[in-house]
């Protein structure tokens, strides 16, 4: 499966943005997706994943702010963020466990 990550972009504190990863395959067989986000001079750190069967887990950090959804029917994950923080700036990936990478897309939250 190939990924393709889009919708970052520049926002300001306390606004939201809505990121999109299309997958190349159907996804209602990919058991669980995810993203993750990487900021300069730090890991790659989980921010939520999505189980096939709508479980959800977040990172506290984003926990009552960011919000995961799949739509089986267009291939695609969804991030929806809202009440960004400029702690919440980075590149973010989305991921099929445990090797598959989208090529990330930029968020920039200013202050």
């Known amino acids: 499966v190939q990924l393709q990550a889009s919708g970052g972009g520049l926002v300001q504190a306390g606004g939201s943005l809505r990121l999109s990863c299309a997958a190349s395959?159907?996804?209602?067989?990919?058991?669980?997706m995810g993203w993750y986000r990487q900021a300069p001079g730090k890991q790659r750190e989980l921010v939520a994943r999505?189980?096939?069967?709508?479980?959800?887990i977040y990172a506290d950090s984003v926990k009552g702010r960011f919000t995961i959804s799949r739509d089986n029917a267009k291939n695609t994950v969804y991030l929806r963020m809202n009440s960004l923080k400029p702690e919440d700036t980075a590149v973010y990936y989305c991921?099929?466990?445990?090797?598959?990478w989208g090529q990330g897309t930029q968020v920039t939250v200013s202050s």
């Open positions: 999505i189980f096939s069967g709508g479980t959800t």
């Open positions: 991921n099929v466990p445990p090797t598959v």
């Open positions: 395959q159907r996804i209602s067989s990919i058991n669980v």
